[in-house]
């Protein structure tokens, strides 16, 4: 299983990012996949999860209403369309397959800061 996430960078609160997952080693529409951030100094923390066919998705209330998430199931290729950014949205994001931190594991995560 190899996870590439990439898309990150240093932005101005209130601007815009849009994260990318490439997938390779596993059959990528087989599995619901998930976003999880971890800022310095603090946990894991979950953010958003889609199921295999990207009709049904969830968010972490701190992120509801700010940040979308979607997948191209023929580009093998999931996205965090990330909105109206604020400075404790720092972290550095992973992309996971399924739904479980484990998930993780063969994936290189993407950092995000956020400047006030």
């Known amino acids: 299983v190899q996870l590439q996430a990439f898309g990150g960078g240093l932005v101005q609160a209130g601007d815009s990012l849009r994260l990318s997952c490439t997938a390779r080693g596993f059959i990528f529409g087989s599995y619901a996949m998930t976003w999880f951030r971890q800022a310095p100094g603090k946990r894991l923390e979950w953010v958003s999860v889609?199921?295999?066919?990207?009709?049904?998705?969830s968010y972490a209330d701190s992120v509801k209403g700010r940040f979308t998430i979607s997948r191209d199931n023929a580009k093998n290729t999931l996205y965090l369309q990330m909105n109206n950014l604020k400075p404790e949205d720092t972290a550095v994001y992973h992309c996971?397959?399924?739904?479980?931190?484990?998930?993780?594991?063969g994936g290189q995560g993407t950092l995000v800061t956020v400047s006030s």
């Open positions: 889609i199921d295999r066919s990207g009709a049904d998705t």
């Open positions: 996971a397959k399924g739904i479980r931190v484990a998930g993780i594991k």
